[in-house]
């Protein structure tokens, strides 16, 4: 079954308004969660590491203040587009990585998405 | 920089042939490897994983395999089915941060 849980799997908005996403880890305590963005036909590209209790860390040329993310307990994070514009109409999946093991053996687990439409 | 490529970008078989989907990385450190499968609109799913000292690793039809001195890592499914076709994607990780490679798309007819 599904070890990460990822609401709403569909979403449309009108533009200016925002959007709020959840993602969950079931069987684990997961102190660190992913954030990517997906366009058709392209590959996952990640937004930004979500750390329980601390600042997401963001990669280059992703707005901080438009993708906010907290982190507020060991099995949520929330990733909140504000004020929607069309252009954010995309694909966006959560990870989470169970530490039951060492890094290196660890699987990503992946939610399944959330597609969002900005009209 | 960190980068994994994929080739081919799309491939096309008929039902229960096999098939063979490559990726080379240049991320440094590297920790582990990962193929996943990713159906349309769904999160990606785990196939493998191998780290630095795992040369082959199996999971039903799909067969990885790894060689760490030229960076290159294989994915072989076996008598495909119509239920392969999907995006496969390569996943290599190095100081804990993913790098995503483009992904293989492979559509099997019957």
């Known amino acids: 079954g599904a070890v990460v849980s990822q609401h709403p799997s569909r979403v449309i908005c009108k533009s200016g308004t925002s959007v709020k996403i959840e993602c969950r880890s079931l069987d684990f305590q997961a102190t660190t969660m992913f954030w990517y963005r997906q366009f058709p036909k392209q590959s996952l590209m990640l937004m930004a590491t979500?750390?329980?209790?601390?600042?997401?860390?963001?990669e280059q040329g992703v707005e901080k203040d438009k993708f906010l993310i907290n982190h507020a307990s060991l099995t949520l994070s929330t990733l909140t587009v504000t004020s929607a514009h069309p252009e954010d109409s995309s694909f966006y999946i959560c990870?989470?990585?169970?530490?039951?093991?060492?890094?290196?053996?660890?699987?990503?687990?992946f939610g399944n998405g959330t597609r969002l439409t900005v009209t | 920089k960190n980068q994994v490529e994929q080739s081919p970008q799309s491939l096309i078989i008929l039902e229960g042939k096999n098939c063979t989907l490559q990726c080379n990385y240049t991320v440094s450190p590297f920790s582990n490897l990962r193929w996943y499968k990713q159906d349309t609109g769904r999160g990606p799913v785990s196939l493998t994983i191998m780290t630095f000292s795992e040369n082959t690793k199996s999971n039903g039809r799909y067969t990885a395999t790894l060689d760490a001195d030229t960076k290159q890592s294989s994915l072989h499914i076996t008598a495909s089915q119509l239920s392969d076709s999907a995006s496969y994607i390569c996943?290599?990780?190095?100081?804990?941060?993913?790098?995503f490679g483009r992904g293989t798309s492979l559509i099997v007819h019957p």
């Open positions: 979500s750390n329980e209790g601390s600042k997401a860390t963001y």
């Open positions: 990870s989470a990585r169970d530490p039951g093991g060492a890094e290196r053996d660890s699987p990503l687990h």
């Open positions: 996943v290599v990780t190095g100081s804990y941060i993913p790098t």
